[in-house]
């Protein structure tokens, strides 16, 4: 049975190029450009809880050069010069897509995203919401951080590019009636109603006065579940 040669220490061909030809750094600037793409893509469809406190390609920068700074330290079959590819290519390309992003605003919003409004008038836009990679129960976490205890107390809420929430609250004296957000309080919805009073959806938040005349489903978005509205 062979033994294995021993390393040799500080074989500079080993450490930099090992047996590799020249000609692989420009494989492996093709391969770091194409994964690049390929992560760059994958945080896209991810959605933008995924990048909160960073931006898309500071993202894609901790992934990829994180990957290409850790190998060549432990790995002797990983020639240093590779990763040197690695990390010129992967700059090169933050800095044509950051580049790219400020200059085109149809590039920006396809990359980066755009603000898209969840709230308005104390009732969610189940529209907007539902395009976007966020829950009700994310969504009513960042509002209780902002010290909502119902949406009628909500003008407008804006989800942003960045994955955080921009809230924006009615003067004291204009807050509405409007679904109460605490966990407990959504526990056990109502899904007949049969005491007058006012009531929310609990997938819109709309606010409707039940008396006299029945009340099914929620018109904004054809819900049948209910909780008392709060002021």
Same mark, same amino acid.
């Given at each position: 049975m062979n033994k294995e040669e021993p390393v040799e220490p500080f074989d500079w061909q080993r450490i930099f190029i090992r047996d590799f030809p020249v000609g692989? /750094?420009?494989e492996v600037a093709l391969r770091t450009a194409v994964m690049f793409l390929i992560i760059l893509l994958a945080l896209k469809v991810s959605g933008?809880?995924?990048v909160k406190q960073l931006s898309v390609f500071e993202l894609v920068l901790v992934i990829g050069l994180g990957s290409a700074a850790g190998d060549p330290m432990f790995y002797e079959d990983v020639p240093l010069l590779v990763a040197v590819v690695v990390f010129v290519v992967m700059m090169t390309c933050y800095k044509i897509f950051t580049r790219l992003a400020d200059k085109n605003k149809t590039a920006r919003e396809f990359l980066e995203g755009k603000p898209v409004y969840v709230i308005q008038n104390g009732c969610i836009l189940v529209q907007n919401f539902d395009d976007e990679d966020?829950? /009700?129960?994310?969504l009513f976490a960042e509002l209780r951080l902002a010290g909502v205890k119902q949406l009628g107390q909500v003008e407008t809420a804006i989800l942003e590019p960045t994955g955080e929430v921009s809230i924006?609250?009615?003067?004291?004296?204009?807050v509405k009636y409007g679904l109460p957000i605490f966990p407990h309080k959504l526990k056990e919805p109502i899904e007949r109603l049969t005491e007058a009073g006012r009531y929310a959806c609990c997938?819109?938040?709309q606010v409707v006065e039940y008396g006299q005349k029945p009340v099914k489903t929620c018109q904004r978005c054809d819900h049948h579940r209910w909780v008392r509205a709060e002021k």
């Open positions: 692989y /750094l420009g933008k809880r995924e966020l829950g /009700l129960d994310e924006f609250q009615f003067e004291p004296d204009d997938q819109c938040g």
